[in-house]
């Protein structure tokens, strides 16, 4: 079964500071890894993804992220935090062994982490 | 819209009340997914349409829960005879890719439906 854990509820930094919102996974096959963020209000976001390739991922809002395979961990990183990145992050993993009837594009999200940028 | 519609974005039943929920996607997406979202959860799958046909309904917790989609776009998902442990945040996502498999959802607002 796929499972994604981020073992932080809450991350604070202050603004112009790096960023580090940690996840690990657990899947059967190859990962396939997503970060998402939700801000107040607003619906899930889509940030970056990881397939296959490069290990550090570039995406959204100047946002990457670094696959490590030895480690199972694929962390969401920032060189430098603002204030408007304050909200919710999760991090999916995508099923790639459905069960029988199960869906190949179903997403599997971790608990969240609130990430609070203050000035 | 140009994004993924939800309504109502808030609400309130009495316990044993039924509920429907709507999701228009965008237009053209094949895939529709429903995912359920508990306070301090991530959003955990109910069920995926590609087009008109439910393909995965592994997620539904009971045979209260019931989803459609009979054209292929807008989706409902009806919930009868509500209990407090339905209390949650319904989101709808849509992709352009059969089965989503991109990865890359483009989720609505919610509903929030608080069972009283």
């Known amino acids: 079964a796929q499972s994604v854990a981020q073992p932080e509820d809450q991350v604070n930094v202050a603004e112009g500071n790096p960023l580090t919102v940690k996840c690990t996974y657990s899947?059967?096959?190859?990962?396939?890894l997503f970060w998402y963020v939700q801000y107040p209000n607003r619906g899930l976001q889509f940030l970056l993804k990881y397939i296959t390739g490069d290990n550090l991922v570039k995406g959204s809002y100047g946002f990457e992220a670094e696959f490590n395979k030895s480690q199972t961990s694929f962390h969401l990183k920032k060189p430098s935090a603002l204030v408007s990145d304050s909200a919710l992050y999760f991090c999916a993993v995508r099923d790639v062994r459905p069960d029988r009837g199960s869906t190949l594009g179903r997403l599997y999200f971790g608990r969240g982490t609130q990430l609070t940028v203050w000035p | 819209g140009a994004g993924v519609s939800q309504s109502p974005r808030y609400k309130v039943a009495k316990r044993g009340q039924d509920v429907a929920l709507r999701c228009d996607p965008i237009?053209?997406?094949?895939?529709l997914f429903w995912y359920q979202q508990a306070l301090g959860q991530g959003p955990e799958f109910l069920t995926y349409?590609?087009?008109?046909?439910?393909?995965?309904k592994s997620g539904l917790p009971s045979d209260r829960f019931f989803a459609e989609r009979p054209e292929g776009s807008v989706s409902t998902l009806k919930i009868q005879r509500t209990q407090q442990e339905d209390s949650a945040v319904y989101l709808c996502a849509s992709s352009l890719t059969p089965g989503g498999i991109t990865g890359e959802l483009f989720f609505g607002e919610g509903s929030r439906l608080t069972v009283l």
């Open positions: 237009s053209g997406h094949v895939s």
């Open positions: 349409f590609q087009n008109e046909a439910q393909l995965d």
């Open positions: 899947v059967s096959g190859n990962p396939y």
